[in-house]
């Protein structure tokens, strides 16, 4: 039986998975490399459980602390000796993400499974980083993680059947469930989703529409609830960077080649929502 869930990063997904899981009731152990990551995602976990309470009747004034009361926040790995299970959401890049399992293989127990909330990197090869390959999964949860029912769960090459079903119990407890695929990078959803927002970014820098012209028409003609741009905002355009560069990587394919203008808007620091301004702009917390 899982109890003990340990969430590796405590950016836009850490906070969303720690914030579902302690309101499914599990105790959560929350782990990033800054206090500073910590603190934030303290005051946005609180601020965003309030929030629900908005639309969620069932949501009581002391919900907001007893979630807070079900996470540990750390910068040390070593309090996840006790976790049934662990959800890596660490920043989109394989040099950060490929030292962070041998240390989790070590520290947590042989029971543990791993389930690493990628964007594009292939969970056979995170898998092979660690002495249980057979004990890891892909889980790509959707963001606002609350508020997706859905998750992309991913096979990798030596994942077995009970660590899939292990997955699915802990889902089914935080009211979600999953679509299982096959590993390739980028899985179903981001090899379609990377290539769409990469393109609609590159129309902005081509000029041939604004980026309130481009969402526009996907949301007036396909009837998308979000346009490409505005998804990349919530996103974030560094991690759409790294997604589509780790894309390339794998694949070396030129179809993956990451628009100029989201390289300059990462290098200016314009990642979308989570810095206040992106494609469009928006109120920091
Ligand atoms: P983010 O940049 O908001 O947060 C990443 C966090 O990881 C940061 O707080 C960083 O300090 C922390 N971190 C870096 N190295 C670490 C380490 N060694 N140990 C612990 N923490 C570390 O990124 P995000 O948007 O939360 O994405 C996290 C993962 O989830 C990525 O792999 C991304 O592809 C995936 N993902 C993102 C989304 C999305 O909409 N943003 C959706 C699905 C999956």
Redesign the pocket.
């Known amino acids: 039986m899982i109890k003990v869930v340990g969430v590796?990063?405590?950016?836009?997904?850490?906070i969303g998975v720690s914030h579902s899981l302690a309101q499914a009731g599990f105790q959560v152990k929350l782990?990033?490399?800054?206090e500073a990551?910590l603190d934030k995602a303290k005051e946005e976990i609180y601020n965003n459980v309030r929030m629900q309470a908005f639309f969620d009747k069932t949501v009581t004034p002391d919900l907001p602390e007893l979630v807070l009361s079900r996470i540990a926040f750390s910068t040390d790995y070593g309090i996840l000796h006790d976790a049934d299970f662990v959800i890596e959401?660490?920043?989109?890049k394989w040099e950060?993400k490929k030292?962070?399992y041998p240390v989790l293989d070590e520290i947590c127990p042989s029971h543990c499974v791993f389930a690493v909330?990628?964007?594009?990197i292939s969970i056979t090869r995170i898998g092979s980083l660690t002495q249980r390959a057979d004990r890891i999964l892909g889980m790509?949860?959707?963001?606002p993680v609350p508020l997706k029912p859905m998750v992309e769960a991913i096979r990798g090459h030596y994942t077995t059947e009970e660590t899939i079903k292990t997955a699915r119990e802990l889902l089914k407890q935080m009211d979600k469930e999953c679509i299982v695929v096959n590993d390739m990078p980028g899985f179903v959803s981001n090899r379609v989703l990377m290539l769409t927002i990469n393109e609609a970014i590159f129309l902005v820098q081509d000029q041939v529409a604004t980026a309130e012209e481009v969402d526009t028409l996907f949301k007036t003609c396909f009837g998308h609830k979000s346009g490409p741009l505005e998804t990349g905002d919530?996103?974030?355009l560094?991690?759409i960077l790294?997604?589509i560069e780790a894309l390339y990587e794998a694949y070396n394919d030129s179809k993956y080649r990451p628009c100029p203008l989201l390289k300059k808007m990462v290098s200016a620091g314009q990642l979308g929502r989570?810095s206040g301004q992106g494609f469009f702009d928006y109120q920091v917390s």
């Open positions: 590796i990063g405590a950016g836009v997904m850490g782990i990033d490399v800054t990551a959401n660490a920043t989109e950060i030292d962070i909330n990628t964007s594009c790509h949860f959707m963001n919530l996103i974030g560094d991690t790294y997604s989570k």
